[in-house]
């Protein structure tokens, strides 16, 4: 059955994948550094970000993922 999202989700959702914020993301296996409990690691900072990046991982906004990771990234901010 196909969801039909209200004019106040569908902006909402809009607003959520206009996030500014950066994370280190592993292009070979598009996948995002995780904290313990399997969150994605979300950095305010870049040069924080910058930091903490190691091996395979790049420094990207969130607004530069892939739409999947995207997505994970806003069920995970509206949980």
């Known amino acids: 059955m196909r969801r039909f999202l209200g004019v106040e989700q569908k902006k909402r959702q809009r607003e959520l994948l206009k996030i500014n914020d950066y994370v280190l993301y592993d292009r070979a296996n598009n996948t995002c550094y995780k904290w313990s409990n399997g969150d994605i690691v979300l950095f305010a900072d870049k040069n924080e970000a910058i ?11 969130v607004n530069d993922l892939p739409y ?5 990234i806003i069920n995970q901010i509206t949980k």
Do not use: H, P
Not at 68 to 72: C, H, P, S, T, V
């Open 51 to 61: 930091e903490d990046c190691y091996g395979n991982e790049e420094v990207v906004q």
């Open 68 to 72: 999947e990771l995207k997505q994970i």
